[in-house]
T-cell receptor
């Protein structure tokens, strides 16, 4: 099993540009989570999908952020337009049954730098 | 009520010593308390987890102690090794479907040899 696959690993973009982060969850996992990690705020939940349906998007900072899960094997997190304060490491994680028995498997993250 | 407060922010322990990281929560509906370990450049990985019907869970050198009345739980790493140097996150959630883990801000542990 290749685990949770995120791309790109690093992204440097200019303020105002659109950024799209991608995630392929583990096959058979029915829950998918997007988290953002910064030194100041730690790991913040952005959005949570269950069976491809968004369940909780209360952590999405503002309308500039959007996430989709068109099928069980792919999800995207889009930031448009990007701002310097969006610079962070973005993690995707997947789990069986919301991770209550087996925990979450995290990807290696996308380090986003907005200049 | 959704917060999980973790301390200390950083910790330096000598090889062979005991590392202790503490977490506190407010939401009494939380009933699942995992700890995750993160190495530089990697995503967090599940280390050990506990449910509130037990006061302690041990896996090798790692032990979770849980105090339901105080709404606190802690991670103890016995015989700490340089390979344990990492960032540790506590987390909490409700067991019911439709809820996600809420993480503490993390503790960076350095074990000196």
């Amino acid at each position: 099993d290749a685990g949770v696959i995120q791309s790109p690993r690093h992204e440097v973009t200019e303020m105002g540009q659109e950024v799209t982060l991608r995630c392929k969850p583990i096959s058979g996992h029915n829950s998918l989570f997007w988290y953002r990690q910064t030194m100041m705020r730690g790991l913040e939940l952005l959005i949570y999908f269950n069976n491809n349906v968004p369940i909780d998007d209360s952590g999405m900072p503002e309308d500039r952020f959007s996430a989709k899960m068109p099928n069980a094997s792919f999800s995207t997190l889009k930031i448009q337009p990007s701002e310097p304060r969006d610079s962070a490491v973005y993690f995707c994680a997947s789990s069986q049954d919301a991770g209550k028995a087996y925990g979450y498997t995290f990807g290696s993250g996308t380090r986003l730098t907005v200049v | 009520q959704q917060q999980v407060k973790q301390s200390p922010q950083s910790l330096i322990v000598q090889k062979g010593g005991i590392s202790i990281i503490n977490c506190a929560y407010e939401n009494t509906a939380f009933d699942y308390f995992p700890w995750y370990q993160q190495f530089p450049g990697k995503g967090p990985a599940l280390l050990i987890a506990i449910r509130p019907d037990v006061s302690e869970k041990k896996e090798g050198r790692f032990t979770i102690s849980f105090n339901k009345s105080a709404k606190q739980f802690s991670l103890h790493i016995m015989d700490s090794q340089p390979g344990d140097s990492a960032t540790y996150f506590c987390a909490a959630s409700r067991r019911q479907a439709g809820t996600a883990l809420i993480f503490g801000k993390g503790t960076t542990l350095s074990v000196s040899s």
